[in-house]
C-alpha cells in the first residue's frame, strides 16, 4: 500500500507543484507590498516588469521540474501503479489468504482455508480446500504444506500427507484417496495485456498519436509547465495589496482564479477527448485568455491611468 501512495503522490505533484510555486511568489511579493518595500522599488524608478525576470529565475528549476514530472516521471507512476495494481488483483488463493479465513479463487470454483502460515507464508499449516472440477465436488485436507514458484512465476500450494474426498452430486457414491503430495496451482503469473492507457504513456509516445483519445492526455502534460508559467507572472501584478489592509482579497482571488484556470483546462481537455474541440484550438486557447489577464493586470499595475478611465474627469 506504501507504493500505490508513493506512486500516487507524483501523480498529483505537477498540480500540487504548480499550485505551490503560484502561492509562494503571491505571498513573497504581497509581504513586499504590505511592508512597503514594494514602493521604495518603484520609488527609485524601477518599473513593476523589473520583477519578472528575477522571478522567473526562481521559478525556472521548479517549472524545469513540473515538465519533467509531467512527461516522464507521473506515467512512470501510473505505468507501475497500473502493474502493482494488475498483480494484486492477479493473486489468488493463500497468496492473499489470511490464517483463520476463508478464501475464494478469483473463478469461484475453489475455496481455501489455512489455519496457520509462516511468516513468510511459505509455511502451511492445516489446510482445508474445496473445488468443483468437471462436476464433481471434492475436499482436500492436509496438515501441513508449502508453496512453491515456478520459473515462469506461477505459485503452487504443495500438500503433504493428506486425503482427498471427492463426490459426484446427486450420487451416493463417494471416493477417498490418500496422497503424499498434491499440487494445487493457486496463482497465474499471466497477466491479460490490454492496450495502454494514456496515463501512463511518456510525452514522446503520446505526440505519435493521432487520436484524440491520447491527444488529451498531452494537452493536460503540456498544460502544466505552461500554467505554471504564466500564473507566476500573473501574480507579479496580482500581489498588489493595501499596507492598511490585509492580505486576505488577493489571496482569495488568486485562489479563485487558479481554480477557474484550472477547470478550463479540464474542460478543454474533455472537450478534445470527445472530439468536441480541436487539440490545436484546446491547447492554447485557455493559456492565451490567462496570458491576456495577465497583460492587463500588468498594464492596470503600470499605466497610472488606464485607457478606460482617461475620459473620465
Known amino acids: 500500500m506504501l507504493a500505490l501512495l508513493g506512486f500516487s503522490a507524483l501523480n498529483y505533484m505537477p498540480v500540487i507543484l504548480v499550485l505551490t ?23 527609485s524608478g524601477q518599473p513593476l516588469t523589473a ?11 521548479v517549472i524545469l521540474a513540473i515538465a519533467l514530472l509531467s512527461a516522464v516521471l507521473t506515467p512512470w507512476a501510473n505505468l ?31 475455496v481455501v482455508f489455512v489455519e496457520a502460515v509462516a511468516n513468510d507464508f511459505t509455511q502451511l499449516r492445516n489446510v482445508f480446500a474445496a473445488s468443483t472440477q468437471n462436476g464433481k465436488f471434492g475436499v482436500i485436507m492436509s496438515s501441513s504444506g508449502h508453496q512453491e514458484f515456478a ?18 452430486p446427486g450420487s451416493p457414491e463417494f471416493k477417498i484417496m490418500e496422497y503424499e503430495r ?8 499471466t497477466i491479460e495485456s490490454s492496450d495502454p492507457l494514456p496515463k501512463t504513456m511518456p510525452i514522446w509516445e ?42 486576505s482579497a488577493n489571496i482569495l482571488m488568486a485562489i479563485l482564479i487558479y481554480t477557474i484556470y484550472n477547470n478550463l483546462i479540464s474542460v478543454s481537455q474533455s ?43
Open 151 to 168: 520459473p515462469n512465476g506461477d505459485r503452487f500450494m504443495v500438500l503433504e500427507k493428506g486425503r482427498r474426498y471427492e463426490v459426484e
Open 51 to 61: 520583477w519578472i525576470m528575477p522571478v522567473l529565475r526562481f521559478s525556472f528549476p
Open 21 to 43: 510555486l503560484f502561492i509562494a511568489v503571491l505571498m513573497s511579493l504581497s509581504r513586499a507590498w504590505s511592508d512597503s518595500e514594494m514602493v521604495v522599488w518603484l520609488s
Open 271 to 313: 472537450w478534445v477527448m470527445f472530439s468536441k474541440l480541436s487539440f490545436w484550438i484546446g491547447v492554447w486557447a485557455v493559456h492565451l485568455l490567462m496570458a491576456l489577464l495577465v497583460a492587463l493586470l500588468f498594464y492596470r499595475r503600470v499605466t497610472p491611468k488606464p485607457f478606460w478611465r482617461r475620459g473620465r474627469t
Open 80 to 110: 507501475k501503479s497500473s502493474e502493482y495494481k494488475e498483480k494484486l488483483n492477479a493473486r489468488n488463493d493463500t497468496s492473499q489468504v489470511s490464517p483463520g479465513a476463508f478464501r475464494e479463487g478469483r473463478d469461484g470454483g475453489r
Open 182 to 189: 498434491y499440487i494445487i496451482r493457486t496463482e497465474d503469473s
Open 206 to 247: 503520446l505526440v505519435r498519436q493521432k487520436t484524440d483519445f491520447y491527444r488529451a492526455e498531452l494537452l493536460w502534460r503540456v498544460s502544466q509547465p505552461f500554467s505554471a508559467l504564466l500564473l507566476v507572472l500573473l501574480a507579479i501584478p496580482l500581489s498588489f495589496v493595501n499596507p492598511r489592509s490585509g492580505r
